[in-house]
């Protein structure tokens, strides 16, 4: 069964610093990895969608990398916003249709 | 822009009310997810459509029931709703591309049985 774990819980900085998170799987053979945004009471918004033959993809301030053999992705935010505070999760694909979610980082961005 | 579309934002419904969630996407997809989120448990997929009138069991589908009966349309029916129903639930829709999807939410539906 595919484990997804995002590390950290929880994070705050202030306004301006980049953003770095994490999330690791356990079985490595998946179709695609997914970046979501929620914000409380909300539905989730897909940010980036990595295939699982990319390293990366970029959006506007968002940069996400995929480490296949190890297990691993990371979301970068640059310049950092009191707007990004949300929940991130990522979701990895390894069917067509089935989707396993991370627990999700929530970040926290002071002004 | 993809648009997937949750009939209700908020619910209060009453233990042993059949309750149905109905989803509508707008981008002709082929597969239609319902999910439910919990604090501490995350998102749990409840059924999913590849296909009209097709569905498959997710993980924890026990209460609950679907319906596909349009493509743009995937309703999850909760038989008779019980307190531990009261919860987030998302639905999501996707189109293959090449063996890989995209997934799209809808804004959730937060029910609350009492």
């Known amino acids: 069964k595919q484990e997804v774990t995002q590390i950290p819980a929880a994070l705050s900085v202030p306004e301006g610093e980049n953003l770095v998170l994490n999330c690791s799987f356990t079985?490595?053979?998946?179709?695609?990895l997914q970046w979501f945004r929620q914000d409380p009471g909300k539905g989730l918004t897909s940010l980036l969608l990595?295939?699982?033959?990319?390293r990366e993809q970029t959006s506007g301030r968002l940069n996400a990398s995929l480490d296949k053999s190890s297990g691993r992705s990371t979301l970068y935010i640059a310049a950092s916003q009191p707007g990004d505070s949300a929940t991130y999760l990522c979701?990895?694909?390894?069917?067509?249709?089935?989707?396993?979610f991370g627990a999700g980082t929530t970040v926290t961005v002071r002004a | 822009d993809v648009k997937v579309t949750q009939s209700s934002r908020y619910l209060v419904k009453r233990t042993g009310e059949k309750v149905f969630l109905e989803c509508v996407q707008d981008?002709?997809?082929?597969?239609m997810f319902w999910y439910r989120q919990d604090p501490g448990l995350g998102l749990r997929l409840i059924y999913f459509?590849?296909?009209?009138?097709?569905?498959e069991k997710g993980d924890i589908p026990e209460g609950y029931s679907v319906s596909r009966e349009k493509k743009e349309r995937f309703s999850l029916i909760l038989e008779s709703a019980s307190t531990n129903q009261t919860s987030m639930y998302l639905c999501?829709?996707?189109?293959?591309?090449?063996?890989?999807?995209?997934?799209?939410f809808g804004q959730g539906t937060r029910l609350t049985v009492v």
């Open positions: 079985d490595s053979a998946i179709y695609n």
């Open positions: 459509s590849y296909d009209v009138k097709m569905k």
């Open positions: 990595i295939q699982s033959s990319q």
């Open positions: 979701a990895v694909s390894k069917g067509h249709y089935k989707l396993s």
């Open positions: 981008m002709d997809h082929e597969n």
């Open positions: 999501a829709s996707s189109y293959p591309r090449g063996g890989n999807t995209e997934a799209f």
